[in-house]
């Protein structure tokens, strides 16, 4: 009797110019503790500016190759407060 492997499970997570990265970065935290989950990750122009607001991470944080970095970054740097923007 032949057996198949089960297809693999993919997610792709899409982080966009709306508030609340920090839960694209939080579910792809999961996924990768999981395990058995191919994920992909899109993000828009104002995405990543969410993501540098929010989270205080740089595109080199949010890599691929550095995404075991955000763990330990995303709850230090999340519960800081936002930087005030300068007034015009």
Same mark, same amino acid.
């Given at each position: 009797m032949e057996t198949r492997a089960a297809a693999p499970r993919r997610l792709i997570v899409a982080i966009t110019g709306a508030t609340? !990265?920090?839960y694209g970065v939080r579910l792809l935290q999961t996924l990768r503790k999981l395990g058995g989950v191919e994920s992909h990750l899109l993000i828009s122009s104002a995405g990543w500016l969410n993501i540098q607001h929010?989270?205080?991470?740089? /595109?080199?944080?949010?890599?691929?190759? /550095?995404?075991?970095f955000i @763990?330990?970054?995303?709850?230090a740097r999340a519960s800081r @407060? !936002?930087?005030? /923007? @300068?007034?015009a």
């Open positions: 609340g !990265a920090i929010e989270l205080q991470l740089s /595109r080199e944080d949010v890599h691929p190759s /550095r995404m075991s @763990p330990c970054a995303t709850s @407060p !936002a930087r005030s /923007r @300068p007034t």
